[in-house]
């Protein structure tokens, strides 16, 4: 009997767990921006108040680390996400704070050549362009 109940416990878990997974998938998937996990928890806390930053916080890690979204952390800077989980850059504007995803060649030649000349076991790569974006290089230009 006392292992029926845990099993029911562990199912009903599990299926809240995926519940909550699968809604902050979707908000991040349905955010136009690289989102903090702020902005996340504010996507989704009008329509679910049960779900806590905690619970965001932890299923974004897991979704990163399962390869489901991206991470795209910048020194001295909060954690971003990234629906897209694929290798690709970014390019944060010094102006507005927007990041944007730069959608050119990745170059995995880099991590050989560093691999070779200094021996490090390379997994990936991260470039981050940093300048001033269309819109605020036209804002500059209006003033």
């Not at 910048?74 to 944060?92: A, I, V």
């Not at 021996?119 to 290089?137: M, N, S």
Request: aromatic content about 10%; proline content about 3%; glycine content about 4%.
């Amino acid at each position: 009997m006392i292992n029926i109940i845990i099993k029911k416990v562990e199912i009903i878990y599990m299926q809240r767990n995926t519940v909550q997974r699968q809604i902050i998938l979707d908000a991040i998937k349905n955010l136009k921006i690289h989102p903090t996990v702020d902005e996340v928890y504010e996507k989704i806390k009008s329509e679910h108040p049960a779900i806590g930053k905690t619970t965001v916080y932890r299923n974004l890690r897991q979704l990163a680390q399962n390869g489901e979204i991206g991470q795209v952390t910048m020194p001295y800077s909060t954690e971003r996400y990234d629906k897209r989980s694929d290798p690709h850059y970014h390019f944060k504007c010094d102006n507005c704070g927007q990041l944007f995803d730069v959608d050119m060649d990745y170059l995995e030649d880099i991590d050989e050549i560093a691999r070779r000349k200094y021996g490090f076991q390379i997994h990936k790569h991260d470039v981050i362009f940093k300048g001033f974006c269309p819109d605020c290089i036209e804002k500059n230009k209006e003033e």
